[in-house]
């Protein structure tokens, strides 16, 4: 079979020769890279890379095929793909098909052969970029071209993406078991594994799409909101953080993760701000304050809450006390916020995890608790005490 050239291009002008991969023609996006060494495909099909062209860190991809019990959502959603070496075997008893013929089926342009090892140092060194795949007859555009377009494509701070990820009606998953409460989610480009996870703590989930009206939502009348993560600047997401402060004045217990985070920051009256290259893959470090455990998270985030650490605070848009909860380890940055006088708090990595390590399941368990002690009356501190206190056995979801 004879293999096609390819091209990808970042906005200072380098460029990488390679081989087409996946359905041929051009994507422009974010060149971002991602350090997971498994899970390719629960990372191409979470919304939160829409708009994304993701590099896998990992030499070797494909090996294991797809599946159709693995997709975190409908379809993939990066904007572009790169890889060193895609697997020419496909050897695994779940797989259903290549990740090639996915690519392809979801019109994923992708390329692969180049040094993705060097792509990276230079990408950590300058941040992440504009960049753009070029194969098929899009390779052979002048290079003076093919620089514009990247160029040329909006940035990635400014964008509102939750639209294009967002279901457009509502639907139901069935609490698993005893059923504690009924759980409004804003879909934002919430994941397949968040929602069950929930299900499974006894919600009854509610998922909505992006543009929910806060009447919806009282009309109804859930013992809690959920806000997902997804794809985004959230300082352009002015709607979905009025309806959260609406939300939160309405004593409703809120749980938020990575976008959810940020928005729940903004909420709170701090601002936001973007990341030089951000946190991406499986293996990211975070402190619990609260515990003092380290954590080993899932991410994937380009945008940062802008909060103090280490010290109580006056939440600046009227809603009382706040703390960081969490920080990364390599660089300081907020990975999740707890307001003391309201019943709501947030993370920004992902404790679902899909795939990744389970350190951080028993935030799901919080979040329970914290509803159980509101639905129940019981006073704020002590529904705050409980959504601060890790579950003592968060081993059961990993084995």
Partial sequence: MTRERAVLVLEDGTRYDGWAYGARGRSLGEVVFATGMTGYQETLTDPSYAGQIVVQTAPHIGNTGVNDEDPESRRIWVAG????????????HRATASLDDHLVRDGIVGISGIDTRALTRRIRDAGAMKGGVFSGPDATLPADEQLTLVREQAAMAGQSLSAAVSTDAEYVVPAVGEQIGTLAVLDLGVKASTT???????????????????????????DALFYSNGPGDPAASDAQVALLQESLRD????????F???????????????????????????LDTTTGKVEITSQNHGFAVDAPLGQVIESPAGFGRVEVSHHSLND???????????????????????????????????????VVARRDGAPLDAATADATTPAADTTKEAN
């Fill in 332 to 370: 300081d940055v907020v990975e999740g916020l707890r307001a003391l006088d309201i019943p709501a708090f947030s993370v920004q990595y992902h404790p679902e995890a899909a795939a990744g390590p389970h350190d951080s399941m028993y935030l799901f368990d919080r979040f329970r608790d914290m």
């Fill in 81 to 92: 793909y790169v890889v060193r070496d895609p697997s020419r075997v496909v050897s695994n």
């Fill in 196 to 222: 069950r996870y929930l299900a499974q703590r006894g919600f009854e989930v509610h998922v909505l799409p992006q543009d929910v009206t806060i009447e919806a939502i009282r009309a109804l009348a859930p």
């Fill in 251 to 258: 004593g409703r217990p809120f749980f938020g993760i990575c």
């Fill in 260 to 286: 959810g985070n940020q928005l729940l920051g903004r909420a709170l009256g701090f601002g936001t701000y973007k990341l030089p290259f951000g946190h991406r893959g499986i293996n990211q470090p975070v």
